[in-house]
């Protein structure tokens, strides 16, 4: 079944301490995003991966890192420099320029 | 930058009755434009892109390039279309951006 994985689906973080959100998908897409979703703001694009081994900023990078090893991951950090982690995140892929995006489920990110 | 501009958060009407939801674009090259829908505990999903021009879900879409508009309908609202809808501009690169969303209920 294609698609894209997100895990965990809850998460929570202590003060001070980095946590990693796994994004998978098996859909052969070159693209991947992370976006966050906050009540009332949509969705707000974190960070973007056109091709392996490059990405690039959204436009609320700031506290987060990623990394694009592989074509089928997409791991985004959520580092201890992000003040108010508490939200929704979602993972999301397209084939190439201007094609759907594909959404994953989703992690809730919390603070403890 | 691109703005895509949903002006209702909340979009509520009764079983029957025409279902508007509103989406405006800035953007001065070719739109590619889209909605996605959220339906309760379900992942954001793909309803439909301008270039398809079919109907689904009973839902249309058109794309008005004079008033920068892409508003979606559906002449006779059903419960089950109760969500969240999102309207989202690729625009020509890699980088969609998305409205803030409108939440739809339908009364019975």
């Known amino acids: 079944d294609g698609g894209i994985t997100q895990s965990p689906k809850y998460l929570f973080r202590k003060e001070g301490q980095n946590v990693t959100l796994s994004c998978e998908q098996n859909?052969?897409?070159?693209?991947m995003y992370w976006y966050r979703q906050d009540p009332g703001q949509g969705l707000r694009l974190i960070y973007y991966s056109q091709i392996v081994n490059d990405f690039q900023k959204g436009d609320i990078a700031e506290g987060y890192s990623v990394s694009r090893e592989k074509k089928e991951s997409f791991p985004l950090t959520v580092t201890s420099a992000q003040k108010n982690p508490t939200a929704f995140y979602l993972c999301?892929?397209?084939?190439?320029?201007?094609?759907?995006?594909?959404f994953g489920d989703g992690t809730r990110l919390s603070i403890l | 930058a691109q703005r895509v501009t949903q002006p209702e958060k909340l979009l509520s009407v009764f079983k029957g009755a025409p279902v508007e939801l509103k989406c405006n674009y800035s953007y001065s090259g070719s739109p590619e434009l889209f909605w996605y829908v959220q339906y309760s505990r379900q992942r954001l999903q793909l309803l439909l892109r301008?270039?398809s021009r079919e109907s689904i879900k009973g839902f249309t879409a058109d794309l008005n390039k004079g008033e920068t508009s892409f508003h979606l309908k559906k002449p006779f609202a059903q419960e089950e279309d109760s969500a969240m809808y999102y309207c989202?501009?690729?625009?020509?690169?890699?980088?969609?951006?998305f409205g803030r969303g409108t939440s739809l209920i339908v009364h019975p």
């Open positions: 989202a501009n690729t625009g020509g690169s890699y980088i969609p951006t």
């Open positions: 859909l052969n897409h070159d693209a």
């Open positions: 301008h270039i």
């Open positions: 999301a892929s397209s084939a190439y320029r201007e094609q759907p995006q594909h």
